[in-house]
């Protein structure tokens, strides 16, 4: 009954109201008109000739309107843009694809194989080590007079953002055979030799030999220096590697600094999908001889340290005995 009442109540019973006329006697119109829904009488606090309540919806009722939602089409663009910068931190700090463009590291890799490069670890300061299979840039112009392909629009953008390798970007990848303290050597046809230790390499390519009977730099000893790394290819008679660049400026080592990462999966295409694991050929003891002075220097302090503690506590352990008996 109450959103009938239009108006309010004048200061007399019996007298008309506005909107419509109301005995005095009637009960029903007096419970219509002092019901909750009516307004401020005349005279009281609030305004008595407000305009007539509604009760029905209305544009200015204050309800929040749903928004219309934005179109597909106007999204994309900002999705795209969301996605190229992912991808480009992505490539610049976490992984990057390259492209296999030969058959040096066959069979561990064949030319055309796409592998996810690991950025990431170098950031907090990790180095290669031996048996990783790496990138790293040109340290001095070991690739001169390989062909290079001029990229189009399509291969432009996806190796900006890093689904394909630049063509402006001379890498190369090979697997490590020496570092930093390291000294490597080949003689005759092999073994090939890690600080004496030989290697058992499985993954040499088959029939080749992990050493080459040539002139050109097959047959070697050197002293890889500190901050530098050997490297060589899988496929021993196929590969031009740190062997066969001794002439250059840093002696056919490659500087850590110039190393982009390590490969560790096998991405494409999905019949090769695998990773890229250390061989259990440079685990052998005895191969790392600085990681035996290292852990004896580690060690040796401990030792010491330990050997100190303990008359110590025996000794504070006597002194603590003696005072309780006092």
Known sequence: MGDVAVGARSGHDGEEHRGRPVDAADPVSDDIVTSDNDGPAAGGDGPGDGPPRTTGPGPDDGAPQAKKPRSFWKELPIL????????????????????????????????????????????????????????????????A?????????????????????????????????????????????GPLKVNGKALDEPYVYPGNTPCSMDDQGGQFTVKVPEGYIWVMGDHRQNSRDSRYNQSDKHHGMVPVDEVVGRAVVKAWPINRWGTLPVPDTFDQSGLDARSAASTALTVAPEGLALAGVVPLALWRRRRAQASGTR
């Open 80 to 143: 795209i843009g969301i996605a190229l910068v992912l991808a480009l931190l992505i490539k610049t700090f976490l992984v990057q694809a390259f492209s296999i463009p030969s058959d040096s590291m066959q069979n561990t890799l064949q030319e055309g194989d796409r592998v996810l490069v690991d950025k990431l670890t170098p950031w907090f300061g990790s180095e290669p080590e031996r048996g990783e299979v790496v990138v790293f840039h040109d340290p001095d112009n070991w690739l």
């Open 145 to 189: 007079g390989e062909p290079t392909l001029e990229p189009n629009a399509v291969q432009t953008v996806l190796s900006w953002i890093g689904l394909m390798p630049s063509a402006e970007e001379k890498d190369l990848i090979k697997r490590v055979i020496g570092v930093g303290g390291d000294t490597v050597s080949c003689s005759k046809t």
